[in-house]
């Protein structure tokens, strides 16, 4: 994904949720904060944006976020599970309306049997009870090219949610 198209859809995101009097929060573990980057780089988000959450270890994500210790031991960092409950964390931890959150395996390493390098679990939570999650595999698309695809995964899940 280029920096172009990844500047558009932050922006179309802040817009929606100024206009809906929003706020967003992120919570990022293999994208380190390019999320929060992404959003935070389109001057006159600070009314927009609320914080960034980076969880790269269980640890962050049971500490900052309230991810469950029998969520990460019976799902993994990287499941659906883990992704859900980081972004229902990232919501009840900030003023934010809206919350999105990463969770994959970028590589080159990492990966097993079951996890692949690329694969990466989405969830993005509303204030009012909304949830959505998504997989996808990237699969060994590069380091960098797994997490800049991952921000546009991103991205389009809050602009769902903000346009819903």
């Known amino acids: 994904m280029d920096e172009a198209t990844i500047r558009a859809a ?10 809906k009097g929003w706020m967003v929060a992120t ?3 293999c994208t380190g904060g390019l999320v929060a980057g992404a959003l935070t780089a389109i001057a006159g988000s600070s009314d927009v944006v609320d914080r960034g959450f980076v969880t790269y270890t ?10 469950s210790e029998a969520v ?9 599970e883990t992704a859900e409950a980081m972004a229902r964390g990232a919501l009840g931890r900030s003023r934010a309306h809206l919350a999105v959150s990463i969770t994959g395996i970028a ?17 993005a939570a509303s204030s009012d009870g909304r949830l959505i ?15 800049a695809e ?5 991205l389009g899940m809050l602009k ?4 819903g």
């Open 10 to 19: 932050a922006t179309e995101v802040l817009a929606l949720c100024r206009g």
């Open 27 to 29: 919570a990022e573990s």
């Open 107 to 123: 590589g080159p390493g990492g990966a097993t049997e079951t996890k692949p390098v690329g694969l990466v679990h989405f969830a």
């Open 58 to 67: 269980n640890e962050a994500k049971h500490e900052m976020l309230g991810v």
């Open 150 to 154: 991952s921000v546009a995964v991103a």
């Open 160 to 163: 769902a949610l903000a346009s």
């Open 72 to 80: 990460l031991a019976r799902f993994g960092a990287v499941s659906r």
């Open 133 to 147: 999650a998504e997989e996808r595999r990237f699969g060994p698309i590069g380091r960098d090219e797994v997490r």
